[in-house]
């Protein structure tokens, strides 16, 4: 597995990796058990940023810096994903429909609304959970988000009859990649939070099982963009959750490291 990081690295981020000859759809998928690693080390970017920006802006400042950050930092990855899902099933009436309008690279009305609302919406939890001192869930919740994508990769089978990028990760991930991928999620997420770290983690889970059953219905299945949309969702999620445990007075982001 340690020959993948890279490719997943390089996959998920824009961080440069040297090239290590070409990779096969396979590699691609076995690269899936690097995933919430992948995430894990985007939450100390952000988690660093925060630390930083936050002593030099007012907090909305800081907050929208740090926006512009998990945009720049993925190249916009699943927010393409997200968009081009949300067109697909505003616009189709089958499967059929649905597909054919993500796989349209123009920028439809039901797309565009659905990244004013992301990005928005996170906007409003960065700054909340920031100015309210629980900025450390943000190295918390890019490691949900990506583990989710594996989980939902491994349970769903994929809808293009022609095949695509995801075909490699929906047919290729096997029972071990998720196994790992999961044991260190939940490893992060006890550490990070404890429990409550857990729990969040079992909650994207569930939510993860839900997508696997919706896409089931309206698409036949999930593709490389549905995965990205996942990514987005579950974002918001960890990112509400939280906050929810910040409301409540619990410690966010336990692990002596961070301190």
Do not use: C
Not at 101 to 107: G, Y
Not at 228 to 237: P, T
């Amino acid at each position: 597995m340690r020959f993948t990081f890279p490719l997943a690295l390089t996959f998920l981020t824009i961080i440069p990796w040297p090239r290590q000859g070409l990779a096969g759809s396979g590699d691609l998928a076995r690269s899936m058990f690097w995933f919430p690693w992948v995430g894990a080390l985007l939450g100390l970017i952000y988690w660093g940023a925060w630390a930083g920006l936050g002593r030099i802006f007012p907090a909305p400042a800081a907050a929208a810096l740090l926006l512009a950050l998990t945009v720049i930092s993925t190249r916009g990855l699943h927010l393409d994903g997200l968009a081009d899902t949300v067109d697909g099933l505003g616009g189709g009436r089958d499967h059929e429909a649905r597909l054919r309008i993500m796989k349209d690279s123009a920028l439809g009305a039901f797309g565009a609304a659905s990244l004013i609302l992301a990005l928005l919406v996170k906007y409003a939890f960065f700054l909340s959970l920031g100015a309210g001192g629980a900025g450390r869930i943000f190295f918390f919740f890019p490691v949900v988000s990506r583990w989710g994508m594996v989980l939902l990769a491994y349970l769903s089978p994929y809808a293009r009859k022609e095949g695509g990028l995801g075909q490699a990760m929906t047919l290729g991930v096997t029972g071990p990649v998720v196994w790992g991928a999961t044991l260190g999620a939940g490893a992060m997420a006890l550490l990070a939070a404890g429990p409550a770290g857990v729990v969040l983690m079992a909650a994207a889970g569930g939510v993860v099982l839900l997508m696997k059953f919706y896409f089931a219905q309206k698409l036949g299945g999930i593709t490389g963009d549905v995965l990205g949309a996942a990514n987005e969702v579950l974002e918001i999620l960890a990112l509400s959750g939280g906050l929810v445990l910040a409301l409540f007075g619990r410690e966010v982001l336990v692990f002596p490291l961070f301190w």
